[in-house]
């Protein structure tokens, strides 16, 4: 069955400063991979995702991710974060047509 | 944007209890799903749902769970007799067209608490 690994659990950055949030997954084939945002009293918002073609993937909010087969990695990336990006961030993979497997959730404070 | 509401944000119920959990997903959507949270941990799926009836369902989703679409708008989650290990955030879901490359969108959750 697929997994997904988010290692950090919790992530502090300084406004202004680069980010990136580490995803690691398990899965035969080619995945379908997902990064969600919750923010507090919201539902999850879909970010990005990947299903082919270019492993460079744009989302909203200036965030971008690269899926890397190599190293089953589908790391999250902001070049500069602003304190309204603080929230809990989800990686998830596709397992058949329809259910999302989520990794644990890396939450991302803000420091002014 | 059309978005996924849920009711209540909050319910406080008695152990034992039945509890139902309402969700309108977005509107032109055909497949609806319910994921949960247990505080601390991962964002689990439950259930799918479309043209009706369960397309698939995980092993957590035993028989004191049920889904229903009761009307053209609303998808409820109920739980007959809820356990202390039932309380969670529970989100609901909608997508177009159930294919594996459409987009669920979540609704905010609703944080049930059983005492």
């Known amino acids: 069955a697929q997994s997904v690994t988010q290692p950090d659990i919790h992530i502090t950055v300084s406004e202004g400063a680069s980010l990136e949030l580490r995803c690691n997954y398990s899965?035969?084939?080619?995945?379908?991979l997902f990064w969600y945002v919750q923010s507090p009293g919201q539902g999850l918002q879909l970010l990005l995702k990947?299903?082919?073609?270019?492993?460079l993937v744009q989302g909203i909010k200036g965030f971008e991710a690269e899926f890397k087969r190599s190293q089953s990695s589908f790391n999250l990336r902001k070049p500069s974060v602003h304190w309204s990006d603080a929230a809990e961030y989800f990686c998830?993979?596709?397992?058949?047509?329809?259910?999302?497997?989520f990794g644990q959730g890396t939450r991302l404070t803000i420091n002014p | 944007e059309p978005e996924v509401t849920q009711t209540p944000s909050h319910q406080v119920t008695q152990m034992g209890q039945e509890v139902i959990l309402r969700c309108v997903p977005i509107?032109?959507?055909?497949?609806f799903y319910w994921y949960r949270q247990i505080l601390g941990q991962k964002v689990e799926f439950l259930v799918s749902?479309?043209?009706?009836?369960?397309?698939?369902k995980s092993e957590i989703f035993d028989d004191q769970f049920s889904v229903e679409r009761p009307d053209g708008s609303n998808f409820t989650l109920k739980i007959r007799s809820t356990k202390l290990e039932d309380s969670a955030m529970y989100f609901c879901?909608?997508?177009?067209?159930?294919?594996?490359?459409?987009?669920?969108?979540f609704g905010p959750g609703t944080r049930l608490t059983v005492l």
């Open positions: 998830a993979v596709q397992q058949g047509a329809q259910k999302l497997v």
């Open positions: 879901a909608s997508s177009e067209d159930g294919r594996s490359t459409d987009t669920q969108y």
């Open positions: 509107s032109n959507h055909l497949y």
């Open positions: 899965y035969g084939a080619t995945p379908y």
């Open positions: 990947y299903f082919s073609g270019d492993t």
């Open positions: 749902f479309y043209n009706n009836e369960i397309s698939e």
